[in-house]
């Protein structure tokens, strides 16, 4: 069975542009869960997707953005990009995304924002 | 709302020592609680979990925490420890019984000395 995919692995973005992430869950997996990874910061919950409805949100600005397709597959969106938005996008996919089921989480995407 | 408090930050060791590395928690109701792993150039991965009964839960590759009610504690234990344990670890939380988002601490680096 594959594991969670997430394109791009790099990416280097200037400031003010827009970046858009994609995560492709495990086959079945009906839960999307997108976090932002930083040095000190440890993971931090940017939001869930189940069913094509984000579920959870967690304590971002409205430049972060979501949304996922009838496959599962999500995308995330960062407009007008900040120096400090620089970090590692992880994606984690679950069955139904109850705390009951284990979370797998992708490879993640380095973004760096100069 | 919830919050994870990792006290170590980073944790240095040498092979065959013992290793607890301290998690709290706040939220006064009913918790799941875990602990995730990124091994060097890998992906997070589940360590261990609780949900409810035995509050000494036994993980993969000899760790296991113990959930202390009282004190708001899920603490990570291995009496001895490998150098292949070298890695970050992820204490995190989410309210139980509810679709809810899962919280994460900051991290703990742990470094063992061959």
């Known amino acids: 069975k594959a594991g969670v995919t997430q394109t791009p692995r790099y990416l280097i973005k200037t400031r003010g542009q827009q970046v858009t992430l994609s995560c492709s869950p495990i086959s079945g997996h009906r839960s999307v869960s997108w976090y932002q990874q930083t040095p000190g910061q440890g993971l931090q919950f940017l939001f869930e997707?189940?069913?094509?409805?984000?579920?959870n949100k967690g304590n971002f600005p409205g430049r972060f953005s979501g949304r996922q397709f009838s496959n599962s597959r999500s995308e995330m969106n960062v407009s007008t990009l900040e120096l400090g938005d620089s970090a590692l996008y992880l994606c984690?996919?679950?069955?139904?995304?109850?705390?009951?089921?284990?979370?797998?989480f992708g490879p993640g995407t380095r973004l760096t924002v100069l | 709302a919830q919050s994870v408090s990792q006290h170590n930050h980073h944790v240095i060791l040498s092979e065959a020592a013992s290793l607890e590395l301290g998690c709290n928690y706040s939220?006064?109701?009913?918790?799941?609680l875990f602990w995730y792993v990124q091994y060097p150039g890998q992906h997070l991965q589940l360590l261990l979990k609780?949900?409810?009964?035995?509050?000494l839960v036994k993980g993969i590759k000899g760790f296991e925490a113990e959930f202390i009610k009282s004190k708001f504690s899920f603490n990570l234990r291995k009496p001895s420890v490998q150098w292949s344990d070298t890695a970050e670890y992820f204490c995190?939380?989410?309210?139980?019984?509810?679709?809810?988002?899962?919280?994460f601490g900051k991290g703990t680096r742990l470094h063992i000395l061959p």
């Open positions: 997707y189940f069913s094509e409805t984000q579920r």
């Open positions: 939220y006064g109701g009913t918790v799941n």
């Open positions: 609780y949900f409810s009964g035995d509050p």
């Open positions: 995190a939380v989410n309210a139980g019984n509810r679709d809810d988002k899962i919280i």
């Open positions: 984690a996919s679950s069955l139904t995304g109850t705390s009951y089921n284990e979370q797998f």
